[in-house]
Structures are given as C-alpha cells and as structure tokens.
C-alpha cells in the first residue's frame, strides 16, 4: 500500500526522533488521539454549520411561507419535511455525539488519566474513518432521486419503511445506513474511552480522583453501548422492509410500526444522556476552575450518574403516550419519568453548591458553564409537564415539545461544545483565545437563543403543531399574533448565526495570532494542564503519579489555591 512507502520516503528527511512521523500518516491515518479528536471536532463543527443552515432555511419559511429564502431558495412541503429531517439527525448524530463524545473524550481521555494514548489506537482511527463514511453516505442520501429522506430523525414506519409513502426510495435507504454506520463508528470508539479510562489510568489515580468529564463520558460510552443493540438490529429489519420487501413494521403485511418506536425509544430517551452527561463534565470542569472550588460531592454525582443511567433505560414509553399503548403501562412510565428527575436535579444542586461561596471569576468559559445550567434548568423542568400522561396528549407533538427539547438539546450541544471549546482551547491549539470576542459571542448566542425558543413554548400552548410546512393552512394558527412570534423567533434566530462569525473569527485569528498558551493558563489541577501546550506527541515526557483528586482548590495550608493531581508536595 501506498501509506508504507510515503512513511519511508519520509522517513529519512526527519531530524527528531522516530516518533514523528510524515503528513500523511500524521493526518490522514493517524493514531494520535489527539489529532483523531481534532478530526472528529472539526467534522463535527462542519455538520454544525450544515445543520444551523437547514434550521435558518426552514425557520425563514415558517415565518415567511413560500418567499425565496435568501441563500436557499424556496422551499416546497417534502423539503421542508427533508430539512427539519436531516436538521435534527444532524444536529444529534452527527453534531453533539462527535463533538462532545468522541472529540472531547479523544482529545482529554489520556491527557486526564495520565497516559500516552488511547488503549487501542488502531481501532480508534478506524472509529473515525467508519464516522466519516457516514457523512459521506448522508450526504448523498440528498442527491437521489427524489432527495433526501423527510421522515423525520425518529423515522418512524410505516412512512419510513414504504418508499409510496415517503416518495424518496433510496433517501431513506441512504439516511438509514448513515445513522446505522454511525452508530457502528461510536461503538467502536466507546470501546476505547471505556477500556483506556479503565486500564491506562496513571500511578495513583484511584476512581475516585478521575476527573468528573472522563467518568461521564465513560458513562455515556457503556449507556450507549447497552441501549443501541436493538436499534441496529431494528433498522436491519427497517432496510428489509424498505429493500427487500419484508413487512416488520408494515401493517399492511401483518407488521407492527409501534414496534420500531418502542426500539427507537428504547435508544432514543438514554441517547439523552449520552450526549447530557458529556456536557454535564465539561461544565464540572470548567465551574470548579473559575470558582476555585472543590466539586459539591464528588461521589453523590457520580452515584446520582449511576441511578440516572439505569433509570434512563425504563422511561422510553412516554414518546408514546399517545400511540395507544395500554394506559395501565402509560401510568408506570409516567412514574419513572418524574423519578428521573430527581437524580438530575440533586446532579444539578450539586453544581449550584459547588457555585455557592466560591470566588468567582467570569472567563469566557465559565459564562457558557453559568449559560449551561440556566438554560439546561428550564428545559428540565418544562420537561416534568411532558412526562405527566395527561398533560402529554395536549402537548405532543406541539412546539412546546420543541421548545423543551431544544432547551435540553441546546445547552447540552451548542453550549457545551462551546464551553469545552473556550476552555480547552489553549491546550489543543497552544494559544488564548480573545477574551471580549469571547465574551460577544457568549451574549450574542444565549440572548438570542431565548429569543427563538422561549416564544416557541407559547405557541405550542396555543396549539401550533410541529413539523407543518405553513401554518397559512390552518385558519385557527394563521392569526397575526401568533405569525408575530414565528417572525421573532426567526429574526431571532437569525441574530444568533450572524453572531457566530464572532467565534469564527476568534476560532481562526487566535490560532495563528493569539497571545501564546501557558502550561496551565487557568491554574488548573488535572493532569492535560501538567504538560506543554500543544501537548506532544506521546503527551507525557515522563508519565505522571497522581497524589489526589482532581478538585483541590483553595485549599487551606496551601500557598497556591489550586493543586495539581501530580503534585506530591504542598502547593
Ligand atoms: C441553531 C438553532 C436551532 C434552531 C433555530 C432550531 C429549530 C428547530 C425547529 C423550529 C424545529 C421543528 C421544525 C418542525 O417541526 O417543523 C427543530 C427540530 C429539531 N431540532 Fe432544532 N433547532 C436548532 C438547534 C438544534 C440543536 C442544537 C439540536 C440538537 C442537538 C436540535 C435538534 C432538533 C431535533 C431532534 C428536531 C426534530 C426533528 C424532527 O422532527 O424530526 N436542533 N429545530
Ligand atoms: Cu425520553
């Protein structure tokens, strides 16, 4: 093969150690974890993009139905059906789970633990090579005949499984196999996080000193791992009906569609999680950094993950209120929906405690950390009224359902992605971000982020239904009131992506321009912070012993008010 060769040429050419290696293999088949988490962040940021731009396309036309929207065109019913589709599968799958999940746990998986790279870094390239491959057959689920897939991210059958009915034969076919192939990339990669977090951890590190970030992704990875088993078999059986004419899910051939709900769910509602508890660490991080605080019990967060994660696997059903099933089984999922919150709320008071007494210095990104929890909160609680069956058959399917997941959904990837970013930054790109345009872009995302989505809550109680094209069609939701708030919703929206080239430009200039990046630029304890930034290749020059947890700030005796994990003397 090709790849052997370039290495040799390249070979002699180098005057470091062996370690170096040639651009090809440094980028293109790299085992890096470091460039590998690059490689997922800046995919997944690129799908962000794409995204953000189905969402503004169809946001322009529910507030100005059939007009040419600028940058798009105009946009008939089955393409409307296609971008808010391919929006939310992209913004889920190929957004928030390669971002906060494979990048961040790539990029501080072995940084945090003390170790020089994944456990198994072959597998970890090919975890990212089958990822991207799903994009590539995502994308030309859009070019076939008939485009892309407008069946929405839940893909339920039978319109998902009869090419009559969706009017797009391989665009479903197409998006199937992406989310599929995505899933297979994302096993694979859980593997690594859970086996390296494991298995390489440094010298002393006891469980209890893992950094909050690596435990929860770790948790994510195994959550993952056990709810998406039935899916896959699911959408093999869901390909056969569209391909080859089985009929599992198919009444008209005796099948039974609720059954692919009940799949779908049984992954969908801890899919949640997956992406939550990843959002949750990079917040712990960044909270106990710039408030030079010890976390607000270590362990209960970590016990409370645990109840979370289980109970994340008996909820499923009440995304199905619904659809017929018996009101007896209604009543119990009704019930452990509300006892789910009880464990994200302790996780949350713990966050506020850890907040509480603190001195607290406002950096760039500890205000997306403060932007995390308030928005999160609301869309925690708005999601208590979803959960109550009764409640459930008004609002289903409403914008009020909108609006409450994008406020979990939101925070969890945007904000999240952005806190990690701000925070991080420095460690992956060797250089400081500017603060004021980080600040800009903070006000500029969160202010207007309210400004689409709380008004959305409204006309959800007003009876506005999602996915419509144009609510022009329904006398009772064409009144001026309620098109005045989809105008401000949208201009809202709109206000926000100008904003982002704010960061854009911050993410870029400061690359090359930046103020260059301490070791430790925010006096951090954990273990990434210890080394060079960028670090090397290899991470550690000498790999680290770990003394103790990783939250000891302003601790008394100390001169210094933070203590790193490897520091065997007092600070
Ligand atoms: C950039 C700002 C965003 C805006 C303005 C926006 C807006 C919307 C709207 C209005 C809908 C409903 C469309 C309809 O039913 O007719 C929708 C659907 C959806 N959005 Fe977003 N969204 C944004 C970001 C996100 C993010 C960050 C996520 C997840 C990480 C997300 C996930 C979803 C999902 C899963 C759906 C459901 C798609 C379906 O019905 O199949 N969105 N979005
Ligand atoms: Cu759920």
Redesign the pocket.
């Known amino acids: 093969m090709g790849q052997t060769t370039v290495t040799h040429d390249s070979h002699a050419a180098h005057e470091h150690d062996h370690h170096e290696q040639s651009f090809i293999m440094k980028y293109f088949f790299p085992t890096d974890h470091k460039i590998i988490g690059l490689q997922y962040m800046f995919t997944g940021m690129f799908m962000a993009i794409v ?2 731009y189905f ?1 503004y396309a ?2 322009m036309q ?1 507030a100005f139905p059939g007009m040419e929207v600028p940058l798009y065109g105009t946009i008939g019913p089955g393409e ?1 059906n296609m971008l ?2 391919n ?2 599968s992209i ?2 799958f190929w ?2 789970m390669p971002v906060l999940i494979a990048a961040f746990g790539n990029i501080l998986i072995p940084l945090m633990i003390g170790c020089d790279d994944m456990v198994f870094p072959r597998l970890n390239r090919l975890s990212f090579q089958i990822f991207l491959l799903s994009v590539v057959v995502l994308f030309m689920s859009f070019f076939v005949q008939g485009g892309g897939f407008g069946g ?3 893909s339920y059958p039978p319109l998902s499984a009869v090419a009559e009915y969706n009017l797009t034969d391989w665009g479903a076919s197409l998006w199937l196999i992406a989310v599929a192939l995505e899933f297979v990339a994302f096993l694979i990669g859980g593997i690594n996080f859970v086996t390296t977090s494991m298995n390489a951890r440094a010298p002393g590190m006891r469980m209890t000193d893992i950094p909050m970030v690596v435990w929860m992704i770790v948790l994510a990875s195994i959550m993952f791992m056990a709810s998406v088993g039935p899916l896959i078999a699911g959408s093999i059986m869901l390909l056969m009906d569209q391909r080859i004419g089985t009929t599992f899910f198919v009444p008209s051939g005796g099948g039974d569609p609720i059954l692919w709900q009940h799949l779908f769910w049984f992954f969908g509602h801890p899919e949640v999680y997956v992406v939550l508890l990843p959002a949750l660490g990079i917040v712990a991080e960044i909270m106990t950094t710039f408030a030079r605080k010890k976390l607000f019990g270590y362990k209960t967060i970590l016990y409370t993950t645990f109840a979370t994660g289980g109970l994340a696997f008996v909820v499923w059903a009440h995304h199905q209120f619904i659809a017929g099933i018996d009101p007896r089984m209604a009543n119990i999922f009704l019930v452990t929906t509300l006892l789910i919150s009880i464990p994200i709320a302790e996780i949350l008071f713990s966050y506020i405690a850890t907040l509480y007494g603190g001195s607290i210095e406002f950096r760039t990104p500890m205000l997306w950390a403060l932007g995390f929890l308030i928005t999160f909160l609301l869309g925690g609680v708005t999601g208590i009224y979803l959960g109550s069956s009764a409640l459930d058959i008004y609002f289903h399917d409403s914008y009020f359902v ?1 609006a409450h ?2 406020y979990t ?2 925070p ?3 904000i999240g992605m952005f806190a990690g970013l701000y925070y991080w930054y420095p460690k992956m790109f060797g250089r400081m971000m500017d603060e004021t345009l980080g600040k800009i872009h903070f006000w500029g995302t969160i202010i207007p982020f309210n400004g ?1 989505f709380l008004p ?1 809550f409204l006309v959800g109680m007003a009876g506005q239904h ?4 144009n609510f022009q069609h329904f006398p009772d939701l064409a009144t001026a009131d309620l098109q005045g708030i989809r105008v401000f919703a949208t201009v809202s ?1 709109v206000t ?1 992506l100008l904003f982002q080239f704010v960061f854009a430009y911050n993410f870029f200039v400061s690359m090359f321009k930046g103020e260059k990046a301490l070791a430790n630029p925010w006096k951090s304890n954990t273990l990434e912070w210890t080394v060079p930034s960028p670090p090397p290749h290899g991470n550690f020059a000498e790999l680290p012993t770990v003394y103790r947890g990783p939250y000891e700030y302003s601790v008394p005796g100390n001169k210094e008010d933070y203590w790193p994990q490897n520091m065997p003397d007092r600070n």
Request: proline share 0%; charged share 10%; no cysteine.
């Open positions: 995204g953000g969402a169809f946001r529910l409307y808010i589709t929006h939310g913004m889920i957004v928030a929405a991210w839940t909108i997941f994008h959904f939101f969890i990837a945007i689409i959305l999602r996915r419509i094209y929206m926000m």
